[in-house]
Nanobody, 127 residues
């Protein structure tokens, strides 16, 4: 069974950092598309970052470029999202997601999402 478990959320002051983790089970991260998405209260879901493990390419939403970094540890079957210089507008529930076959563009993934989703982890950034 494909499962994704996000963790690492919490309360942080503006300007601070957090690292989110997404542990995958039931499949390996090799040659997959993995993404982080977020949803703030009253807002639509937003694609934050995407990584395709076959070529190592990454993509980011304009709102997080230069502040967030997505990475993966194949040996640990875990994907990370390092979030620096956090802002109050980054407050949201963050979800990790995966596509088992890399068939779409990063832009498509960030706009439309992926096939498998984990439960979210709440990030709250205080001003």
């Amino acid at each position: 069974e494909v499962q994704l478990q996000a963790s690492g959320g919490g309360l942080v002051q503006a300007g601070g950092s957090l690292r989110l983790s997404c542990a995958a089970s039931g499949f390996t991260l090799d040659h997959r598309a993995i993404g982080w998405f977020r949803q703030a209260p009253g807002k639509e879901r937003e694609g934050v970052s995407c990584l395709t493990s076959s070529d190592g390419r990454t993509s980011y939403a304009d709102s997080v470029k230069g502040r967030f970094t997505i990475s993966s540890d194949i040996a640990k079957n875990t994907v990370y999202l390092q979030m620096n210089s956090l802002r109050p507008e980054d407050t949201a529930v963050y979800y990790c997601a995966a596509d088992l076959v890399e068939t779409k563009s990063h832009t498509w993934y960030l706009q439309h999402g992926m096939d498998y989703w984990g439960k979210g982890t709440l990030v709250t950034v205080s001003s």
